[in-house]
C-alpha cells in the first residue's frame, strides 16, 4: 500500500510534472505528453495560471502515487491537474491514465476552473477516477467519454472539501468494484447525459453534498441504483445527501433502486422511468458506517407525476416518508414507512402493508379516495398523532382489504 499522508503542505513539495504552466494566456496544440514517474502529472497548471489546450494527448503510463489520500484530496500524481486559481480550457483532446492513484482531470481550489469539451478521458487502475474537483475546486465539460476500469475509480467524481463539476452530452462507463458513475462529495450537476457503473451503485451521495441529474440515463449493476450514506472518512460534511432527478431513466441491475444508511436525505423524482430488479424501490436501515443502534438510514422521497412501483422498507431505526405530488401514482407495498399522497395522487396496494402514518391527510374519507385496494390489510401505528383522526379504529376499504391499527 502506498504510504498515507494526508498534510497538504507535505503533498504539494510532492507534485511534480512534466510540463508544468505558471503563466497567463498560455497556448498549446497537437501536442503529446506523457509521464511515466510517480506523483508526477503530464500537465500542472498553477500560480492563477491561464492556458487554453487543443488536440492534446496527454499520458500518464505508470508512476504509481506514493500517498493515495495526496491523490484523492490534492491531485498528486493526476495527469492534468489544476491548483491555485489556474484556470484551463481543453477541447478535442486525449487524456489517459495507467498508473494507480492517477485521476485524469482534477482541479483542486476556489478559483480553479478546468473547462472540457469533446475530450476522452480513459483511466485503467485503481483510485484513478475520470474528473475529479476537491476544495471547491469547479470543472466543467461536454462532448466527454469518460471511461474507467479500476477499483474506487469513479466516472465523475468530488472528494474531501466540496468540489463542483458540472456536465452535459456526456457518456462515463466504470467497471471496476466501488466506482459508481458518479460519486458527490459536493456539487455535482449532469445533463444530457449516459451513465453505467458495471460493478457499483449508479450514483453515490455522501453526507451534505447532492446530485442533480436532468434527461439522464444512469444504470447500476452492483448493489442499489443510488446510494445515499455517511462513511466514517470525514472527507464529507454530515448533513442532509440530496439526489434530484427530473426525467430519464434510473436503473439497479441488483439491489434497491434507492438505498440510504447512516445520514439524513432528500430524494426528489419527477417524470422518472424506473427499473429494477430486485422489486425494491427505496430501502433504509442501518450498514456498516456509523454507530450501531443509531446508523439508520431517515429520507423523504418527494415524486410529481411520477409512477414508481416495488417495495418500500424502512428498518428498524430508519425513517422513510414518500410525498406523492401532483399525478404520481405507487404502486406497491409498504413496510414501516410513511406516505403522503396529494388528492391526483393514487397508492395501488399489492400487498399487505404496515404504515407509519399517511402525511397530512386528516380524515378517512380523504384517505381512502387515494388508496387503491383489492383486499389486502394495511396496518397503522395508532400512537402515532398524525393517526388521531382514525382513533384507533378498523375500516372497512372500498374494493376490499382493510385498514387497521397495528396492536
Given at each position: 500500500?502506498?504510504?498515507q499522508i494526508a498534510d497538504k503542505n507535505t503533498i504539494i513539495k510532492l507534485i511534480t510534472a512534466v510540463l508544468t504552466v505558471t503563466t497567463k494566456d498560455y497556448y498549446l496544440e497537437n501536442t503529446t505528453i506523457t509521464s511515466s514517474k510517480a506523483n508526477t502529472s503530464a500537465l500542472y497548471f498553477r500560480n492563477s495560471s491561464k492556458g487554453i489546450l487543443r488536440n492534446l494527448n496527454l499520458q500518464k503510463i505508470g508512476g504509481n502515487t506514493t500517498s493515495e489520500e495526496g491523490s484523492n484530496f490534492f491531485g498528486l500524481n493526476a495527469v492534468l491537474l489544476g491548483t491555485e486559481e489556474s484556470e484551463v480550457q481543453v477541447e478535442n483532446s486525449q487524456i489517459f491514465s495507467n498508473a494507480d492513484g492517477a485521476n485524469a482531470v482534477f482541479a483542486t481550489g476556489i478559483g480553479t476552473k478546468i473547462s472540457l469539451?469533446?475530450?476522452?478521458?480513459?483511466?485503467?487502475?485503481?483510485?484513478?477516477?475520470?474528473?475529479?474537483?476537491?476544495?471547491?475546486?469547479?470543472?466543467?465539460?461536454?462532448?466527454?467519454?469518460?471511461?474507467?476500469?479500476?477499483?474506487?475509480?469513479?466516472?465523475?467524481?468530488?472528494?474531501?472539501?466540496?468540489?463542483?463539476?458540472?456536465?452535459?452530452?456526456?457518456?462515463?462507463?466504470?467497471?471496476?468494484?466501488?466506482?459508481?458513475?458518479?460519486?458527490?462529495?459536493?456539487?455535482?450537476?449532469?445533463?444530457?447525459?449516459?451513465?453505467?457503473?458495471?460493478?457499483?451503485?449508479?450514483?453515490?451521495?455522501?453526507?451534505?453534498?447532492?446530485?442533480?441529474?436532468?434527461?439522464?440515463?444512469?444504470?447500476?449493476?452492483?448493489?442499489?441504483?443510488?446510494?445515499?450514506?455517511?462513511?466514517?472518512?470525514?472527507?464529507?460534511?454530515?448533513?442532509?445527501?440530496?439526489?434530484?432527478?427530473?426525467?430519464?431513466?434510473?436503473?439497479?441491475?441488483?439491489?434497491?433502486?434507492?438505498?440510504?444508511?447512516?445520514?439524513?436525505?432528500?430524494?426528489?423524482?419527477?417524470?422518472?422511468?424506473?427499473?429494477?430488479?430486485?422489486?425494491?424501490?427505496?430501502?433504509?436501515?442501518?450498514?456498516?458506517?456509523?454507530?450501531?443502534?443509531?446508523?439508520?438510514?431517515?429520507?423523504?422521497?418527494?415524486?410529481?407525476?411520477?409512477?414508481?412501483?416495488?417495495?418500500?422498507?424502512?428498518?428498524?431505526?430508519?425513517?422513510?416518508?414518500?410525498?406523492?405530488?401532483?399525478?404520481?401514482?405507487?404502486?406497491?407495498?409498504?413496510?414501516?414507512?410513511?406516505?403522503?399522497?396529494?388528492?391526483?395522487?393514487?397508492?395501488?396496494?399489492?400487498?399487505?402493508?404496515?404504515?407509519?402514518?399517511?402525511?397530512?391527510?386528516?380524515?378517512?374519507?380523504?384517505?381512502?379516495?387515494?388508496?387503491?385496494?383489492?383486499?389486502?390489510?394495511?396496518?397503522?401505528?395508532?400512537?402515532?398523532?398524525?393517526?388521531?383522526?382514525?382513533?384507533?379504529?378498523?375500516?372497512?376499504?372500498?374494493?376490499?382489504?382493510?385498514?387497521?391499527?397495528?396492536?
Amino acid at each position: 500500500m502506498p504510504q498515507q499522508i494526508a498534510d497538504k503542505n507535505t503533498i504539494i513539495k510532492l507534485i511534480t510534472a512534466v510540463l508544468t504552466v505558471t503563466t497567463k494566456d498560455y497556448y498549446l496544440e497537437n501536442t503529446t505528453i506523457t509521464s511515466s514517474k510517480a506523483n508526477t502529472s503530464a500537465l500542472y497548471f498553477r500560480n492563477s495560471s491561464k492556458g487554453i489546450l487543443r488536440n492534446l494527448n496527454l499520458q500518464k503510463i505508470g508512476g504509481n502515487t506514493t500517498s493515495e489520500e495526496g491523490s484523492n484530496f490534492f491531485g498528486l500524481n493526476a495527469v492534468l491537474l489544476g491548483t491555485e486559481e489556474s484556470e484551463v480550457q481543453v477541447e478535442n483532446s486525449q487524456i489517459f491514465s495507467n498508473a494507480d492513484g492517477a485521476n485524469a482531470v482534477f482541479a483542486t481550489g476556489i478559483g480553479t476552473k478546468i473547462s472540457l469539451k469533446g475530450v476522452k478521458v480513459e483511466t485503467t487502475m485503481n483510485s484513478s477516477r475520470g474528473v475529479d474537483a476537491t476544495e471547491g475546486g469547479y470543472i466543467e465539460g461536454t462532448g466527454l467519454v469518460i471511461s474507467t476500469r479500476g477499483a474506487h475509480s469513479a466516472g465523475i467524481a468530488t472528494d474531501r472539501g466540496r468540489g463542483i463539476i458540472q456536465i452535459s452530452e456526456s457518456v462515463v462507463e466504470t467497471r471496476g468494484e466501488g466506482s459508481p458513475g458518479i460519486y458527490s462529495t459536493g456539487t455535482i450537476e449532469v445533463k444530457n447525459s449516459r451513465l453505467v457503473a458495471y460493478g457499483s451503485e449508479g450514483a453515490v451521495v455522501e453526507g451534505k453534498n447532492s446530485i442533480k441529474l436532468e434527461e439522464v440515463e444512469l444504470i447500476g449493476h452492483k448493489k442499489a441504483g443510488v446510494m445515499l450514506y455517511q462513511s466514517f472518512s470525514g472527507d464529507a460534511e454530515q448533513g442532509i445527501a440530496q439526489f434530484s432527478m427530473i426525467g430519464g431513466q434510473l436503473e439497479a441491475k441488483e439491489g434497491p433502486l434507492f438505498y440510504v444508511t447512516n445520514t439524513e436525505a432528500q430524494v426528489y423524482l419527477e417524470n422518472v422511468q424506473l427499473t429494477g430488479t430486485s422489486g425494491i424501490l427505496i430501502k433504509a436501515g442501518s450498514d456498516r458506517w456509523g454507530i450501531p443502534g443509531k446508523n439508520g438510514g431517515n429520507v423523504i422521497m418527494t415524486v410529481k407525476d411520477q409512477e414508481m412501483e416495488g417495495l418500500i422498507i424502512a428498518e428498524k431505526g430508519s425513517s422513510i416518508l414518500i410525498r406523492l405530488t401532483g399525478k404520481s401514482q405507487f404502486k406497491g407495498s409498504i413496510q414501516g414507512a410513511a406516505i403522503d399522497l396529494e388528492a391526483s395522487s393514487l397508492w395501488e396496494v399489492t400487498g399487505d402493508s404496515e404504515v407509519r402514518y399517511f402525511g397530512s391527510i386528516n380524515s378517512f374519507t380523504d384517505l381512502q379516495s387515494r388508496i387503491q385496494n383489492k383486499g389486502y390489510t394495511i396496518k397503522y401505528d395508532a400512537l402515532d398523532t398524525h393517526n388521531k383522526y382514525l382513533a384507533g379504529k378498523t375500516y372497512q376499504l372500498a374494493g376490499g382489504g382493510t385498514l387497521t391499527p397495528n396492536k
